[in-house]
């Protein structure tokens, strides 16, 4: 009889948290929260910041991963930060004192299947607006 994975095995929640951290797309960042969800493991993103401080996996996109409120874990001038912040840079991610700004968060699941299609539209004009500063005319 084939065996479920079980995430509760230490190589197991490893193997899920690389495979999360590999599936953001150069260009694109998440939290160190959303990896874990991601991964199966809601509540466990400290964790996530323990598999990649381990620094074990080759090749591994550990810079696309984010505080939860977009900034760099390592402190500004540390050679860690530099890291990041260049790594980022290069792939097109604006980055500003530590922070990365523009990035859209991605959708919920919840979002995508109760929200109707114009009032998504509606809400997208409404913000582009108010970030280009100007108000839709009734």
């Not at 995508?112 to 607006?129: E, G, H, I």
């Amino acid at each position: 009889m084939l065996r479920k994975p079980n995430p509760e095995t230490p190589d197991e929640r490893r193997r899920l948290i690389v495979a999360a951290v590999r599936a953001i797309p150069a260009g694109e960042v998440a939290g160190y929260g959303e990896v874990a969800r991601r991964a199966g493991l809601p509540g466990r993103a400290r964790l996530v910041a323990k598999v990649l401080s381990a620094g074990d996996e080759r090749g591994l996109p550990w810079h696309r991963v984010l505080r939860s409120d977009g900034r760099v874990a390592f402190p500004p001038g540390c050679a860690g930060f530099d890291e990041q912040v260049q790594r980022l840079r290069a792939e097109g991610v604006r980055v500003e004192s530590g922070r990365v700004r523009g990035q859209r968060a991605a959708p919920t699941l919840d979002q995508m299947l109760w929200t109707p299609p114009d009032a998504q539209a509606s809400s997208d004009v409404k913000r582009d607006a108010a970030a280009a500063g100007t108000r839709r005319r009734r």
